[in-house]
């Protein structure tokens, strides 16, 4: 099964640093202009545009806006005690300095990443990784990658020993976080190395109006923006 999703990462030292970095993530995603721009960000997910051809979901558009708004400031976290590792589900909206990291995550294409990519922040579980990769004998990489080798397979080629490190370096990542687990819920996670929990940025009903209000007037400020374009 195929997969892509990204994924951002920042150093903690136990739950309750990692609860509080979360939570100053997501004050800040709150932040009015901050939270306006994810908006403009993903108008064309609004259920109200997305759907506006359907005459039928036009007389649900404003309680499927605001089911909206509530699962797109929701923030998913994954925390790994033993490597002291925070993720956060998804890009760094905000470029916030706790969470140094992104990665892409996926399955549909080479996943020989660049090891300076993991190495961004100097958070210590992927910089162990990508030492332990980068110095793994030349006979264990080929004993590992061994199934994925034909007799064609140029291993004298540093461009293909450079390319089995790498993709070596995603899997045993991929495999010590155990996001197989997380992604499919393959009923092994109650063993998983992490603990998952959510926070949501909207916190009371006046929260919920004032982002409503801020949808309704990105959603106005496009109206504008069509009928400029048309009279043009």
Same mark, same amino acid.
């Given at each position: 099964?195929s997969?892509?999703?990204?994924?951002?990462?920042?150093?903690?030292?136990?739950?309750?640093?990692?609860?509080v970095l979360?939570?100053?993530y997501?004050?800040?995603?709150?932040?009015?202009?901050n939270?306006r721009?994810?908006?403009?960000?993903?108008?064309?997910?609004i259920?109200?545009?997305?759907?506006?051809?359907?005459?039928?979901?036009n007389?649900?558009?404003?309680?499927a806006?605001?089911?909206?708004?509530?699962?797109?400031?929701?923030?998913?976290?994954?925390?790994?005690?033993?490597?002291?590792?925070?993720?956060?589900?998804?890009?760094?909206?905000?470029?916030?300095?706790?969470?140094?990291?992104?990665?892409?995550?996926?399955?549909?294409?080479?996943q020989?990443?660049?090891?300076?990519?993991? $190495?961004?922040g100097?958070?210590?579980?992927?910089?162990?990784?990508?030492?332990?990769?980068?110095?793994?004998?030349?006979?264990? $990489?080929?004993?590992?990658?061994?199934?994925?080798?034909?007799?064609d397979?140029?291993?004298?080629?540093p461009?293909?020993?450079?390319?089995?490190?790498q993709?070596?370096?995603?899997?045993?990542?991929?495999?010590? $976080?155990?996001?197989?687990?997380?992604l499919?819920?393959?009923?092994?996670?109650?063993e998983a190395?992490?603990?998952?929990f959510?926070?949501?940025?909207i $916190?009371?009903?006046?929260?919920?109006?004032?982002?409503?209000?801020?949808?309704?007037?990105?959603?106005?400020t496009?109206?504008?923006?069509?009928?400029?374009?048309?009279n043009?």
């Open positions: 099964m997969y892509a999703f990204d994924m951002s990462f920042a150093m903690a030292a136990d739950e309750k640093e990692a609860f979360a939570r100053h997501v004050e800040k995603c709150m932040e009015k202009k939270a721009k994810f908006i403009e960000d993903n108008t064309i997910y259920p109200s545009i997305r759907y506006s051809h359907i005459e039928k979901a007389n649900m558009a404003d309680v806006d605001r089911y909206w708004l509530e699962n797109l400031f929701k923030f998913r976290f994954l925390y790994w005690p033993k490597y002291q590792l925070l993720g956060l589900v998804g890009s760094n909206r905000i470029d916030d300095p706790a969470f140094p990291m992104s990665i892409y995550f996926q399955n549909s294409t080479d020989n990443y660049d090891f300076q990519e993991w $190495l961004e100097s958070i210590p579980f992927f910089k162990e990784r990508v030492e332990t990769i980068t110095n793994m004998p030349q006979s264990k $990489l080929f004993d590992i990658c061994k199934d994925y080798l034909d007799e397979t140029d291993l004298s080629n461009e293909i020993e450079l390319y089995m490190r993709s070596v370096l995603y899997e045993n990542i991929f495999s010590a $976080l155990q996001l197989n687990s997380w499919y819920s393959s009923g092994s996670e109650k190395p992490y603990i998952q959510s926070l949501s940025g $916190l009371d009903m006046y929260e919920a109006s004032v982002l409503h209000n801020i949808l309704k007037d990105v959603k106005k496009m109206d504008l923006s069509d009928d400029d374009a048309s043009n």
